[in-house]
């Protein structure tokens, strides 16, 4: 069946600091890949989305790209801020969605 | 438009009682899924329809649990005769067409039963 593995976190940074959290996924096809985040007390919302091979998602600085080669759809960030601190989930699917089990983010200042 | 709307928050219930959790989409969405999600996982899909279809139900949904979205818009899921197991938050999310297009997730709701 599919499934979508990401890094266990907690990923504790600086401020300002380079930010990488691994995705890989197992699926029949090429499905369409998401990253979601949930800030504290609030519900998830979609960080960015890539829909086929080579496609780059990209949104508030974040960005990741669908790498069909490595079954990889790993998030970064240039310069993380205290504020992204939050759970990340990775998902992939075609109308139903696989996630992730989330890795937590922590920016301190 | 104010987004996908779960109705209640919260819901404490004893072991063996009923509970029926509501879910509005975002309004002209066609496509609305349930998801659980339980502490330090990720969602986990339920079923979903199209319209008042239900197109898919995963094997988690054991017989005790039913869904239901009678007119296309709102929908309801029900959880007959709750276990502790069942406790976890719910999800319901909506999108606008299937294949790609992204879900945008409500609130939810949390169920816990003692």
């Known amino acids: 069946g599919n499934s979508v593995t990401q890094m266990e976190g907690p990923v504790t940074l600086s401020e300002e600091a380079f930010l990488t959290i691994n995705c890989t996924y197992t699926a029949t096809g090429y499905p369409s890949l998401f990253w979601y985040v949930q800030y504290p007390g609030e519900g998830l919302q979609l960080l960015l989305k890539?829909?086929?091979?080579?496609d780059k998602g990209s949104n508030k600085g974040f960005e990741a790209t669908y790498r069909k080669e490595t079954t990889s759809f790993h998030l970064e960030k240039g310069s993380v801020q205290v504020s992204d601190s939050a759970v990340y989930f990775c998902?992939?699917?075609?109308?139903?969605?696989?996630f992730g089990k989330g890795t937590m983010l922590l920016v301190s200042p | 438009d104010t987004g996908v709307s779960q109705n209640p928050r919260h819901k404490i219930t004893k072991r063996g009682q009923n509970v029926t959790f509501r879910c509005d989409p975002i309004?002209?969405?066609?496509?609305l899924y349930w998801y659980r999600q339980t502490l330090g996982q990720g969602p986990e899909f339920l079923t979903y329809?199209?319209?008042?279809?239900?197109?898919?139900k995963s094997r988690l949904l054991s017989d005790r649990f039913s869904a239901e979205r009678p007119k296309g818009s709102f929908s309801t899921l029900e959880i007959q005769r709750t276990e502790q197991g069942d406790s976890a938050m719910y999800l319901c999310a909506s999108s606008p067409t299937g294949g790609g297009s992204e879900a945008f997730f409500g609130q939810g709701t949390r169920l816990t039963v003692v």
């Open positions: 998902a992939s699917g075609y109308s139903t969605l696989t």
């Open positions: 309004s002209e969405h066609n496509r």
């Open positions: 329809f199209q319209n008042e279809a239900q197109l898919e």
């Open positions: 890539a829909t086929k091979a080579d």
